[in-house]
């Protein structure tokens, strides 16, 4: 798994991501975003961000914003980034044991890790929008890793 850390750290390190430094609240957006983006109904999400009091127009510096000014930054920089840490290894502890609820054996869920690597690679550098997310390109359609992780669960 060291080969795809450091596949993340050498995106991160091309695209200027990793100069900006980490933001806890920043950060946390990012990981809410790519859920709210597993959901199948833009209208599930759109009421979401209702409950949460988010704007319609939700973008993750406006969320920062939002969260810093309404409920303020109580721990120390130390202790976001101990809390990010774990809130990122649990999504990785509940997503992969997902993957292995669906029937995947272990080495199946790193190939789908791999297919994802792959395809952020292939996003154009210097695509970042002003909250930090990579954008992907317009041929991004070409290399979605969506493609061949269709093909692997069909097979399962």
């Not at 750290?9 to 933001?23: C, P, Q, V, W």
């Amino acid at each position: 798994m060291l080969k795809e850390i450091q596949s993340v750290k050498k995106f991160n390190d091309l695209r200027g991501l990793t100069a900006k430094g980490f933001n806890p609240v920043r950060e946390n957006t990012f990981l809410l975003s790519e859920e709210l983006e597993t959901l199948d109904h833009e209208d599930m999400a759109y009421d979401l961000l209702g409950v949460l009091q988010l704007p319609s127009d939700f973008s993750h510096d406006h969320f920062a914003k939002h969260l810093t000014e309404g409920y303020g930054l109580t721990h120390s920089h130390t202790e976001h980034m101990v809390e990010y840490v774990d809130k990122v290894i649990d999504h990785w502890v509940f997503g992969i044991g997902g993957m292995i609820k669906m029937g995947m054996t272990p080495e199946q869920a790193l190939e789908c890790f791999q297919y994802v690597l792959e395809a952020n690679e292939l996003k154009p550098i210097g695509k970042v929008n002003n909250d930090g997310k990579q954008e992907k390109g317009n041929d991004f359609e070409l290399v979605d890793p969506k493609h061949k992780i269709r093909k692997l669960i069909e097979s399962l």
